[in-house]
């Protein structure tokens, strides 16, 4: 009895053994990917952008229930850009409309106005000067910003001491890009 293989049975067990080694390679090279990928997603959401998820309707029709949007961290605004910051465990979406030093004027049909210039708000959907407890004319104190939503009646605000000015240490950053749903995607 011959235990010697032939070499036809030779040739596909070295063959077999090649694809298993193959195999191994490229599962091991596509975890490494996954691996660094995952990784370096990690660390972009952490350090550069937020990606958050609309609820309220302090911001229709700007920004509606259920969209998703992508916040770039950083601390320095103009007025009208919409910021993301923590409130109360929450994150709340607004559009800045005061920078540290500006006086805020808000009269009784609801415009707002700073340091004497009426604001040409077209994203407004309903003025409102409530629901406010402050005295305007307001200065808006050091390291803070003035916001306000665009569905002003439905939005609580800078104009209550509740929210107050938007502190730096509550920053996340600004909002710039909608990502869903994909029929309105793309930059505020």
């Known amino acids: 009895m011959n235990n010697k293989p032939s070499l036809e049975e030779l040739k596909k067990e ?3 053994e090649g694809r298993k080694k193959e195999y191994r390679k490229v599962l ?3 975890l490494i990917v996954v691996v660094v990928v995952a990784a370096f997603a990690v660390l972009v959401s952490s350090f550069f952008v937020t990606v958050l998820k609309v609820t309220g309707d302090s911001m229709t029709p700007t920004l509606e ?3 998703i949007v992508i916040a770039q961290n950083q601390s320095t605004f103009e007025p009208g850009d919409l910021i993301a910051f923590y409130y109360n465990n929450k994150v709340l979406v607004k559009r800045v409309v005061g920078s540290p030093g500006d006086w805020i004027n808000i009269d009784e ?3 707002v106005s700073v340091n004497g210039v009426t604001l040409d708000e077209d ?3 309903d003025r409102s000067l409530e629901p ?4 305007f004319p307001y200065q808006v104190p050091e390291n803070r910003f003035f916001v306000l939503g665009d569905h002003r009646s439905a939005s609580i605000d800078s104009r209550s001491s509740v929210v107050g000015c938007v502190t730096r240490e509550q920053l996340i950053g600004k909002v710039f890009l909608r990502v869903y749903p994909f ?4 930059n505020l």
Do not use: M
């Open 132 to 135: 406010t407890d402050l005295e």
């Open 65 to 67: 229930t259920g969209e």
């Open 183 to 186: 029929n309105v995607f793309g």
């Open 109 to 111: 049909e609801g415009n």
């Open 14 to 16: 070295l063959k077999r």
């Open 28 to 30: 091991r090279n596509t």
């Open 123 to 125: 994203y407004v959907t």
